[in-house]
């Protein structure tokens, strides 16, 4: 069973940055796609960025260019740093693991507002 504990959330400023991290427990993480979404209230969770385990990365039109979705095999960790962040971007995001099923953490508040 697969864990997966999202932390770095809070409020920012628009125009500020913040690094989520999301660290999974078991042996799979290395070869696992993984990724982030979000939910932001009154509308549906969206795909923010994914990563596979080959290192290849895609991103949502609102992300490309701000975000930069990475990882650390050996910490068994993936990371989102947001940048240029807007009110738009508040939302509570997940981390997603996918091999063989998917996994969610918990999910982390991001606020960004003035």
């Known amino acids: 069973q697969v864990q997966l504990v999202e932390s770095g959330g809070g409020w920012v400023q628009p125009g500020g940055s913040l690094r989520l991290s999301c660290a999974a427990s078991?042996?799979?993480?290395?070869?696992?796609?993984v990724g982030w979404d979000r939910q932001a209230p009154g509308k549906e969770r969206e795909s923010v960025a994914r990563?596979?385990?080959?290192?290849?990365?895609s991103y949502a039109v609102s992300a490309k260019g701000r975000f930069t979705i990475s990882r650390d095999n050996a910490k068994n960790t993936v990371y989102l740093q947001m940048n240029s962040l807007s009110p738009e971007d508040t939302a509570v995001y997940y981390c997603?693991?996918?091999?063989?099923?998917?996994?969610w953490g918990q999910g982390t508040q991001v606020t960004v507002s003035s």
């Open positions: 078991g042996s799979i993480f290395s070869v696992s796609d």
């Open positions: 997603n693991l996918y091999y063989l099923k998917n996994y």
């Open positions: 990563l596979t385990g080959f290192g290849s990365t």
